[in-house]
């Protein structure tokens, strides 16, 4: 199974590991799943993970952050994905992800967002709570 993880289950999963995101960000860890990687994904990973506050919770500097985007980067199925195929109106900054999980053709999206997930009827697209419902966990 291929899964795109937005920005929101990473952060949240590193912030709280024992969370719904933590697990999710576990069974990865375990190989029950591929994750599908992308340039705008990891970019806003990046910028999120450099936030003070969560820099200062996670006690990572500049480096440990860029070798975390490297780790995904080696661990994950990179799509250098520049055809823009989907659109959120709700919001347009989560555009290139719903491309992506066109584009790449993962079977799923796993976003806490409100904007991707108002889309499950058209898309893929999971809650933290239904992917983990999914795997049986």
Sequence with gaps: MR??????????????????AGKILKEWQRARFEIVVFP???????????YP?????LQWDEAKIQNYLDFLMF????????????????????SPILSALINSKADFLVSGDNDLLSLKEEYPVLSIIEYLNRMGR
């Excluded at 506050?53 to 919770?57: A, G, H, L, T």
């Excluded at 994950?76 to 919001?91: L, T």
């Design 75 to 94: 661990f994950a199925e990179f799509i250098d994905s520049k055809e823009h195929s989907g659109h959120v109106e709700r919001d347009p900054n989560d």
């Design 53 to 57: 506050k969560i820099k200062k919770r």
């Design 40 to 50: 705008y994904l990891l970019e806003e990973i990046g910028r999120v993970l450099a």
């Design 3 to 20: 899964v795109i993880l937005d920005t929101n289950v990473w952060v949240s999963g590193l912030l709280f590991p024992h969370s719904n």
